[in-house]
Antibody
């Protein structure tokens, strides 16, 4: 069955780099796009960026200067790296599978990983 | 960026109809497809896809949920509301990048 699972550190110090891994199963990264979202505590959802099935990436312009998404198809993993973290980067980070053929919508979400930015 | 506007909260009685609206700052239709999608999120859980492309019911979602609308005005309807439907509901557009969400409507029971 389709599964996505995020992993990474729960605590990151301000100004440091966040590194998250999304490990997928039940589908191929060369057939589906995978996106990253985040959600600050008690707030709404923000799109961060995507890894397309062909290896192309795109990013939210608000984060683009700090964000990098890559993948290892042999390990079925998609990676997120974001530098210069601040306290307002605290939140739950999700990876998702994009089911859409035209526009993007998301049928499977990881359980999320809570990241706290604090010294 | 396309801005999606939702009311913060809605209170309804069990077994009644809930109507949740989402208004967009730009038309999110293109070539007959509405690039509007709806999700349910319960506390401590990830979002769940309910409706895609305006009115299509996602797999495994009960027919009590339905979506309608076009252009800049969209509605998610739950009829009848059950206790398990207590959650926050988000609309999402995929007409343009960056993908954006409404701020969510929290469904409460009267």
């Amino acid at each position: 069955q389709v599964q996505l699972k995020e992993s990474g550190p729960g605590l990151v110090q301000p100004s440091q780099t966040l590194s998250l891994t999304c490990t997928v199963s039940g589908f191929s990264l060369t057939s589906y796009n995978v996106h990253w979202f985040r959600q600050p505590p008690g707030k709404g959802l923000e799109w961060m960026g995507r890894m397309r099935y062909n290896g192309d990436t795109s990013y939210n312009s608000a984060l683009k200067s700090r964000l990098s998404i890559s993948r290892d198809t042999s390990k079925n993993q998609v990676f997120l790296k974001m530098n210069s973290l601040q306290t307002d980067d605290t939140g739950t980070y999700y990876c998702t599978r994009d089911l859409g053929n035209y526009g993007s919508y998301f049928d499977y979400w990881g359980q999320g990983v809570m990241v706290t930015v604090s010294s | 960026d396309i801005v999606l506007t939702q009311s913060p909260a809605l209170a309804v009685s069990l077994e009644q109809r809930a109507t949740i609206s989402c208004k967009t700052s730009q038309n999110v239709d293109n070539y007959g497809i509405s690039y509007m999608h709806w999700y349910q999120q319960k506390p401590g859980q990830q979002p769940k896809l309910l409706i895609y492309e305006g009115s299509n019911l996602a797999s495994g979602i009960p027919a009590r949920f339905s979506g309608s609308g076009s252009g800049t005005d969209f509605t998610l309807t739950i009829d009848p509301v059950e206790a398990d439907d207590i959650a926050t509901y988000y609309c999402q557009q995929s007409k343009d990048y960056p993908l954006t969400f409404g701020s969510g409507t929290k469904l409460e029971i009267k």
